[in-house]
C-alpha cells in the first residue's frame, strides 16, 4: 500500500502564496507521474498540474504562469507552488502519483486525503 500525505493548505488573501507538499510512503515500486488535482464545490474533479518522472509538465491553462509544480524523487515528493492566488482557486487540491504495480496490474493511480486551500478577494 501507498499513503500520500499532503501539507500546506490554508487560508490566503487574493494575491498571495501558498506552497503544498505531499510526501509518497509504504511498499511501493517506481514512482511516475505525480501531481496536483483540485475539486471545486459543486464541480468535478480537474487536473491543475502534473510532472512525469522525466520532467515534463503538464499544467492546466488556469494556472498557468501562477503555479508551478516540482518532485524531488529521491524523497518521494511533490510540491505545488501557486502564486498570485484567486478565489477561484478555492478549492479542495488532491495529491496524485501512479506508482508500477508490476507486470499484471502495470500503473496504479494514488490519492492524498486533500488539503483545502481558500482564498479570500
Known amino acids: 500500500q501507498v499513503q500520500l500525505a499532503e501539507s500546506g493548505g490554508g487560508l490566503v488573501q487574493a494575491g498571495g502564496s501558498l506552497r503544498l507538499s505531499c510526501v509518497a510512503s509504504?511498499?511501493?515500486?517506481?514512482?511516475?507521474?505525480m501531481g496536483w488535482y483540485r475539486q471545486a464545490p459543486g464541480k468535478e474533479r480537474e487536473l491543475v498540474a502534473t510532472?512525469?518522472?522525466?520532467?515534463?509538465?503538464n499544467d492546466a491553462d488556469s494556472v498557468k504562469g501562477r503555479f508551478t509544480v516540482s518532485r524531488d524523487n529521491a524523497k518521494n515528493a511533490v510540491y505545488l507552488q501557486m502564486n498570485s492566488l484567486k478565489p477561484e482557486d478555492t478549492a479542495v487540491y488532491y495529491c496524485y502519483a501512479n506508482v508500477w504495480a508490476g507486470p499484471t496490474t502495470s500503473w496504479y493511480p494514488y490519492w492524498g486525503q486533500g488539503t483545502q486551500v481558500t482564498v479570500s478577494s
Open positions: 510532472l512525469t518522472s522525466a520532467g515534463r509538465r
Open positions: 509504504g511498499s511501493m515500486g517506481r514512482l511516475g507521474t
